[in-house]
């Protein structure tokens, strides 16, 4: 493969692939449509979870693991989640292959194994989950009920692409009952404020929390809230989405509580999720020509530490120096790998790790063994600086926070150059065609009108603003009354 | 549900699934043979995984995430591997669902979205992951690949039982490739001895680490190493497994790799793999009539702390002087939990703790308050101490290390006093019928008497330990020359 990455401004899409391939993150598979996430890949997936489960935990949050398969008459249970997810799901009909004799052996499903009831691969848990909670919630004592599950779902997509959009991800799935309306409410806020605070604070990838739009929402919810973030082509990405079910579930799969006063009531429900998608959102936030960018917080290896090095003595001097640099970084919590891979030439290692994010590089030669010195290079701005020896642990510190920071203020001003308030239909096909980012509009809340601009722009209604104001306004397709702004936008 | 727990004595397969049921820990679900994994259970899977994952990361792994689906041509490239799953694996046949109009709307698999291409869901990767390891392995360079995967596997058992055998199951499955065979052979054995590592140090669960003989091996192995335990009951159980797959599979999927000397070569494999099971063998090790016993290593919740109190007064001023213990147990890593639940009753919350198997319990009244102290009882002997409370942490301290060590010991001593070494047929049923536990007899090494001792005894061969001595004898059978002793044990 070629060492070359397709530059960002030639073809975004192209460079996207090869970034994944060439930064070792993932890769097509022989299943249609799924991916294999490579260790590398996956050491970020993992980085996430962790920050993400010990949110989950500290909100009051338990994990528990439910079936992979749904069977078909639970699975359309609950009318809208059924008719949203059969379009797109895998299903299982048999459980044993046998050999053919008409074909050399060769493996074929044996007939006399259909199943009674088809199973589907769960695209999502509702299902198989409520009809779960109905045994375990009798009283308002068992309420409220706040459970997350991490695990692989499957939506057979027809067009898929790496991370954004696979026929298999992996996520988290949340799945909450309570008691009354206002609990779940505040639940789907607060998890969509949990998100928010992921995505910023360690993603360094700034969102817009909103609601979404009727035609926008998920199958079976009442309300879908949301956070949208912008990617780097002006393109918005979902992030991750937080739903009030209201009591469809209840009603579909019949679980009611004992209130304290001893009646019956359908309980209230939520559920939210975040994927392997966030990855996708990660690259496209950050990344440059050069290759993958990534924050500190969820970098695998923070520091790489390169040798300069002639021969196996001078190697051997910066090893034993490079050692002590190592402990007293490990020590204090930051990730370290020292490359003294002799096969690979320090230009081509910088560019290894360039490709791969690594937000810190340290270059140690031999002039810099006399002189006590280190040549520090951060990934997000390509600075470098020569240090003290002695100073490198408190340097690295210092410049893992700023490239945090500096992705995320980078990120922000990108993203708040790129919402554009629009007054006509002509001034809101010049911006989506031409500036790209959110478009914020007035729209006279019909699906037709969101139909219509889908069908002349491609852009959707990202979300309505959780701090949008009342605005007194006019719809810019249809001049019909409006009285506040959505923000619009192509999106993933 | 009634709250008696059917005694071990009185029927111990009914013991082991109530005692699931009421310590909840999991449930069967909807899904023939599949259980849904409730939060407590799941939070011992989770000390487990964290324990585990360190291990293989320390011995230089790194995970990885491969398709659910295996394409039904990749699943039968290596045959022993196909014919080995093909008799129990379920496969996805259609990828959309569609309204039948003939049955009131009701959803049914849509005959247009046949899948050119069956999909066997994955009961194990070897499959996939060598098909992906095709694109991987160029040069020596490439080797070793140290993968590891943690995912849900499917094997549609047709008698199933809760953690045991379920048709889905959660575990991880590693998959190294190396550039020798001696390698491969090393790699199989460290895995195998971080395994037993595992069981004995963190479940207290002794192990007897050897090889399968040839029929119990894993389909498409070479070797198989196993570590087996011994239940309550007499009966074993296989608890994990590490396969030595020679070149099989890099055969299958044509994965070699160019040596040093630039020759091609076939690349050596290894796969090894516990799962969800351990729990089951965890349950059935340590638990009593009273419920589950944990051993405080992988309790998820290791000291509770239940008020005696009469009134919101006491309780409040027993919740003040708790709190700082509960504090300096905290910071001292211990996980605590205080019960002040109001709707149940001291002796009722004792039950279920003691179901629950918490390791540690600490009751606090009035009295204790006035003479500061508290009641310290434990889990695996019943044993109580009235200790002043500023010597609770150390006295916890102790007893979570006194406990972890006396599961150990008592496990210990009930595995060894149940292996016998047999010299005659006679002896042998006797001691499978009615002692249970290993039976240390000399077999011919064919598969035919093999065969014929588990028709005739229901016992099979667990392994050939790995300490087994040479030693001139006569098949306990057959009567043919031996040259070493095997264990058998009717097994799980």
Redesign the interface.
Known sequence: MSKHLTKRAEDYSKWYNELIVKADLA?N???RG??????YG??I??KMQAELDRMFKETGH???????????S???AEEKN?EGF??????????????DPDNEG??R?DPAAKLEE????RPTSEA?IW??YK?WIQSY?DLPLL?NQW??V?R?EMRTRLFLRTA?F?WQEGHTAHATKNEALAEAKQMQEVYATFAENFMAMPVIKGAKSESERFAGADDTLTIEALMQDGKALQAGTSHFLGQNFAKAFDVKYASKEGKQEYVWATSWGVSTRLIGGLIMTHSDDAGLVLPPKLAPIQVVIVPIYKGDDQLQAIADRVDTIVKELRANGVSVKFDDRD?MRPGAKFAEYEMKGVPVRIAIGKRDLENGTAEIARRDTFEKQTVNQDDITTTVFKLLEEIQENLFTRALDYRNAHITEVNSFEEFKDVIENKGGFVSAHWDGTIETEDKIKELTKATIRCIPNDSKKEEGICVLTGSKSERRVLFAKAY
């Not at 895998?90 to 459980?95: E, G, K, S």
Request: aromatic share 12%; with cysteine; glycine share 2%.
């Open positions: 890769e598979s022989a299943v799924c991916m294999v996430i490579k260790p996956f050491a997936w993992e338990q994990n528990a693991y439910f079936p992979l398969f749904v069977p078909k639970l699975f359309e059924a059969a379009k797109e799901c895998a299903v299982v009909t048999h459980y044993r292959l046998q050999s060769k493996l499903v088809e199973l589907v691969v198989i009809n779960t045994g004592r459970i695990a692989n499957v057979w298999e992996l096969t």
